[in-house]
């Protein structure tokens, strides 16, 4: 058995200057400020090496190109990895339409997962559009696909708004 060590080192700013200022912002607002350049992207972002591709009210896509540091046990990406790029595409979504002030929290995620992603996929896209965002909840559903429009998964959230006062 060849025991082969491969290293991976990356670097991720402070997140919390962003996640003070995203406070006082509306969300489209604070997508955009970071996409500038004037906050840095979440820590997650760096760890899993994806990146906002599209930013849109009530609509995001991120995007990434599976690596072997993304294996489970069995040789292929872990779910973990579609589940949080899931999770990201539609909690982001759902904050693009949101006002100054409010915030949301993840109450529930369903993911489906259709073929499995390896180090040979090539870049995969992940979009995340809001269904609808109401006083107490919003959902948000997520569409995996492939560089050929091919669909790898699917996902549906339910997100907490937690408005002050």
Known sequence: MSEE???????????????IAAKDMRGIEYFHAMGRGDYPPPPIMQTLNFQLSEVAEG??????????????????????????????????AVHTALPAGVSYTTLEIKVNYLRPLTSTTGKVFCEGKVIQVGNRVATAEARLTDERGKLDGHATTTCLIMRAG
């Open 5 to 19: 060590n491969r290293t991976r080192t990356y670097t991720w700013g402070d997140p919390m200057p962003g996640a």
């Open 59 to 92: 609509r995001v896509v991120f995007v990434l190109e599976p690596a072997e540091y993304h294996y489970n046990p069995i040789g292929v990406v872990h779910g973990g990895v579609a589940a949080t790029l899931f999770d990201s595409a539609m909690g982001c």
